[in-house]
């Protein structure tokens, strides 16, 4: 819809060189980003006219053909102004790292901490980086496309039955 | 040398099916509730699917006061050590009973993260299948408990046993 | 060995650290709240979640989108049919296609039983863990009603795997009206019963109003949603902002709370199931009558299939090689038109050679539904919040990636802060309010 349209064209302006595409794919608005951009355009969501007031999902998808390995999905939500926004970012294969954005959302927390355990992406600034669903002791990370499917570690030794 | 009167078959089997009889109806369980099952145990345990008339109503929620642990549910890696860690706090004569797919065999989980069956950790009694299993089923299991308790030759205090 | 957690670290001199550890009746499943106490006074706590992590979503990348469905009930275990739901409305989205409307209906009606099945678990617990048992074996009581009717259409209980991609399953059971009113008549006087029982309970009151109590600027920066959300005062729902099935066409109320502690969290699970159970009795007109079931006489299914079988003189029985309530007179009401997504009823699989092969196709491994690529994201009104599905598609029949969107995660993270500074006592409140659903949370 033009509303769409207009509003991300808008929030491009605003960052001239660090978004590097909008689409509205099926009826969402779709942004996707440079990844150094990410913590002013995060700031610039939730302060701004925007009003992006809650980090609705925070995840990441592994792609391991391309050269940006692991991309980065985030969906905000404005409350005011009724509408969801999905922000992508691309971040290479090689230690992953990217901006925390737990000073400016609370969920982000979690969420990172699950990111963290499941595809390994490191999180700058995140106060207590720590595997979240995973034990400690895991070796690995097991949503990477190259961890498979049924390799358990088993915490205690199994019996047989 | 007459024969102990205490090991006499007459009064060991007898002592035996009345040991059995007020063990089996009388079962503390302690519901290990993980997962989707517990909403069928839920529903087991209230007012329609009663198990309170198998003598087995009263929940104790602590290990040390069951001797009954109904493990209801997924258990994952994770959980392990903490399942063994409460079969283990759980004084003798202890049963087993594990309730729904997943705490069979795994259940539709066949991953890095699930234990396929918790026969893997602690030696199990009875076997609920389904997915959830409908509370008559975990009925008819606790009769199969019953009877296996029933028939199983009781442990007394002066009896010599092989530590396991 | 693992490293000690931010709590040991920070444990100040003197204070003690207790475990609720993973095995407890309280924390519904498997959840690990560490404490640092004072007394009884709370200094510090830390949660652990993981375990009853399951892989949902490293299973959905192995399973193609049909498989996948069964996963989808046990995320959020207490109310099955809306995530369901949720996962079909992502699909459709992604496809393109449309649902009739006979099973848009069909899937508000069992959404909203599920939902009313929710709450009443969530207060169930949550009164019994505050020692009101009474509450919880009423509202045990009124839930098995409400599962009759639905497993008298879909088959099961709890996870029933029944809204599919293009529809539902299968039609209503021909009884589902008497049924239904079962249920409500039954709901109501329960929720009539705990009212009386809770809400001007001095013990209830005591241990819930402004125990737990959440801002609303805070709350929408922690990302809640759903009812603990709506009980700081901001009045969002899925249902009403986003509308998705046919939830515009209803009149129904969002009830709204004022402080965000526990009380205003129980009073507005309490309200929302009132409401739900006036969009039942909405939705039940508009279904037409349901087809009648080929099973006659009064015969047991199983001496039907027999009797089918041999040469009656005078009667034959005619049996459907369908599932039932799946037939072909039915298979325009309850499922899409687009004969790519959808199982094609068993008469013309049977009898027809395009049938067989669309039926064939639809299960054979690299065929079946293959959306086109692109990412998606759908949301519905859950039991607890904003249950959203994120799609990755890449063309095979296989998702690339599915993640949801848990909309227990905010609120558990969110518990350190409530408790911090309170009793021991208050936690057990506080973490049933918040009717924190492993399935969902873990994945």
Same mark, same amino acid.
């Given at each position: 819809m033009e509303e769409k349209s207009d509003f991300l064209t808008a929030l491009a302006a605003r960052f001239p060189g660090a978004v590097v595409e909008t689409s509205s794919p099926l009826g969402d608005m779709a942004l996707v980003i440079r990844p150094e951009s990410l913590f002013e355009i995060a700031a610039e969501l939730k302060n701004g006219p925007g009003d992006f007031a809650t980090l609705l999902d925070l995840t990441c998808v592994d792609f391991p053909d391309r050269p940006e390995r692991f991309e980065m999905v985030y969906h905000f939500f404005s409350l005011s102004g009724l509408r969801k926004l999905r922000v992508k970012l691309g971040l290479p294969g090689p230690d992953p790292t990217v901006a925390s954005l737990t000073p400016l959302w609370k969920n982000a927390d979690w969420m990172e901490r699950e990111v963290y355990d499941l595809f390994g992406v490191k999180f700058a600034g995140h106060p207590y980086l720590r595997r979240l669903f995973m034990n400690e002791e895991f070796v690995g990370h097991p949503l990477r496309k190259d961890y498979p499917f049924r390799k358990r570690q088993p915490v205690i030794p199994m019996r047989t039955p | 040398m007459g024969m102990n009167p205490f090991q006499a078959p007459w009064f060991t089997t007898t002592l035996n099916s009345m040991l059995g009889w007020g063990r089996k109806y009388s079962i503390f369980h302690y519901p290990y509730v993980t997962a989707c099952c517990g909403m069928e145990y839920m529903s087991a345990a209230c007012a329609h699917f009663d198990i309170d008339r198998f003598g087995a109503g009263w929940t104790r929620f602590t290990p040390r006061q069951s001797d009954l642990l109904l493990v209801v549910g997924t258990i994952c890696q994770k959980q392990a050590p903490i399942l063994r860690t409460v079969y283990e706090q759980m004084c003798e004569p202890k049963y087993v009973i594990a309730f729904g797919a997943c705490a069979v065999s795994g259940g539709i989980y066949d991953n890095y993260a699930v234990v396929q069956g918790i026969d893997r950790i602690i030696p199990v009694d009875v076997f609920i299948p389904g997915c959830p299993p409908r509370p008559e089923m975990v009925l008819d299991s606790l009769v199969k408990l019953q009877l296996k308790i029933k028939k199983q030759d009781q442990d007394w205090r002066w009896k010599k046993k092989a530590t396991s | 060995?693992?490293?000690?957690?931010?709590?040991?670290?920070?444990?100040?001199?003197?204070?003690?650290?207790?475990?609720?550890?993973?095995?407890?009746?309280?924390?519904?499943?498997?959840? *690990?709240?560490?404490? %640092?106490?004072?007394?009884?006074?709370?200094?510090?706590?830390?949660?652990?979640?993981?375990?009853?992590?399951?892989?949902?979503?490293?299973?959905?990348?192995?399973?193609? !989108?049909?498989?996948?469905?069964? +996963?989808?009930?046990?995320?959020? !275990?207490?109310?099955?049919?809306?995530?369901?739901?949720?996962?079909?409305?992502?699909?459709?989205?992604?496809?393109?296609?449309?649902?009739?409307?006979?099973?848009?209906?069909?899937?508000?009606?069992?959404?909203?039983?599920?939902?009313?099945?929710?709450?009443?678990?969530?207060?169930?617990?949550?009164?019994?863990?505050?020692?009101?048992?009474?509450?919880?074996?009423?509202?045990?009581?009124?839930?098995?009603?409400?599962?009759?009717?639905?497993?008298?259409?879909?088959?099961?209980?709890?996870?029933?795997?029944?809204?599919?991609?293009?529809?539902?399953?299968? @039609?209503?059971?021909?009884? +589902? $009206?008497?049924?239904?009113?079962?249920?409500?008549?039954?709901?109501?006087?329960?929720?009539?019963?705990?009212?009386?029982?809770?809400?001007?309970?001095?013990?209830?009151?005591?241990?819930?109003?402004?125990?737990?109590?959440?801002?609303?600027?805070?709350?929408?920066?922690?990302?809640?949603?759903?009812?603990?959300?709506?009980?700081?005062?901001?009045?969002?729902?899925?249902? *009403?902002?986003?509308?998705?099935?046919? +939830?515009?066409?209803?009149?129904?109320?969002?009830?709204?709370?004022?402080?965000?502690?526990?009380?205003?969290?129980?009073?507005?699970?309490?309200? %929302?199931?009132?409401?739900?159970?006036?969009?039942?009795?909405?939705?039940?007109?508009?279904?037409?009558?349901?087809?009648? $079931?080929?099973?006659? @006489?009064?015969?047991?299914?199983?001496?039907?299939?027999?009797?089918?079988?041999?040469?009656?003189?005078?009667?034959?029985?005619?049996?459907?090689?369908?599932?039932?309530?799946?037939?072909?007179?039915?298979?325009?009401?309850?499922?899409?038109?687009?004969?790519? +997504?959808?199982?094609?009823?068993?008469?013309?699989?049977?009898?027809?050679?395009?049938?067989?092969?669309?039926?064939? $196709?639809?299960?054979?491994?690299?065929?079946?539904?293959?959306?086109?690529?692109?990412?998606?994201?759908?949301?519905?009104?859950?039991?607890?919040?904003?249950?959203?599905? !994120?799609?990755?598609? @890449?063309?095979? @029949?296989?998702?690339?990636?599915?993640?949801?969107?848990?909309?227990?995660?905010p609120l558990l993270a969110s518990l350190e802060e409530l408790i911090r500074g309170r009793l021991v006592a208050d936690i057990i409140p506080t973490f049933g309010s918040m009717n924190i659903i492993l399935g969902e949370l873990d994945r």
């Open positions: - | - | 060995m693992t490293t000690p957690f931010r709590i040991q670290q920070n444990a100040r001199e003197g204070s003690l650290l207790v475990n609720m550890g993973p095995s407890h009746p309280a924390t519904h499943g498997a959840v *690990r709240i560490m404490l %640092e106490l004072d007394g009884e006074r709370i200094l510090n706590a830390e949660v652990e979640v993981g375990y009853l992590h399951r892989a949902f979503e490293k299973t959905c990348e192995n399973r193609t !989108y049909f498989n996948l469905l069964i +996963y989808t009930d046990r995320l959020n !275990y207490v109310s099955p049919l809306i995530n369901n739901h949720g996962y079909a409305l992502a699909m459709e989205k992604l496809l393109g296609i449309d649902v009739p409307e006979r099973a848009r209906l069909i899937r508000v009606l069992l959404s909203e039983l599920s939902r009313v099945s929710d709450h009443l678990t969530c207060l169930a617990a949550m009164a019994m863990e505050c020692g009101a048992f009474t509450v919880f074996l009423y509202n045990m009581k009124a839930r098995e009603f409400l599962w009759d009717v639905i497993e008298q259409t879909t088959g099961a209980r709890m996870t029933t795997s029944y809204i599919r991609i293009g529809g539902v399953r299968a @039609d209503l059971h021909p009884g +589902y $009206k008497e049924a239904t009113a079962a249920g409500l008549r039954e709901t109501r006087k329960v929720l009539k019963d705990v009212h009386g029982l809770l809400d001007k309970n001095k013990i209830f009151l005591g241990r819930t109003r402004d125990v737990g109590v959440m801002a609303k600027d805070n709350a929408l920066n922690w990302g809640w949603t759903g009812p603990a959300l709506r009980s700081t005062g901001i009045a969002y729902d899925v249902r *009403r902002a986003f509308p998705y099935g046919d +939830y515009d066409r209803f009149k129904f109320e969002i009830p709204v709370g004022e402080r965000g502690d526990n009380f205003d969290r129980y009073m507005v699970r309490m309200r %929302e199931m009132e409401q739900s159970l006036r969009i039942i009795e909405q939705v039940v007109p508009l279904l037409e009558p349901a087809c009648p $079931k080929v099973v006659a @006489d009064g015969l047991e299914p199983a001496a039907a299939v027999k009797a089918s079988r041999t040469r009656r003189p005078g009667k034959p029985i005619k049996l459907s090689p369908n599932l039932e309530g799946a037939e072909l007179a039915v298979q325009s009401q309850i499922l899409s038109s687009d004969r790519r +997504y959808v199982i094609p009823a068993k008469e013309e699989a049977y009898t027809s050679i395009e049938g067989l092969i669309t039926h064939f $196709k639809y299960f054979m491994s690299g065929h079946g539904i293959r959306p086109p690529k692109g990412d998606v994201y759908a949301a519905v009104e859950g039991g607890n919040g904003e249950v959203g599905y !994120y799609i990755v598609s @890449d063309g095979t @029949d296989r998702p690339y990636r599915l993640h949801l969107r848990g909309p227990c995660l």
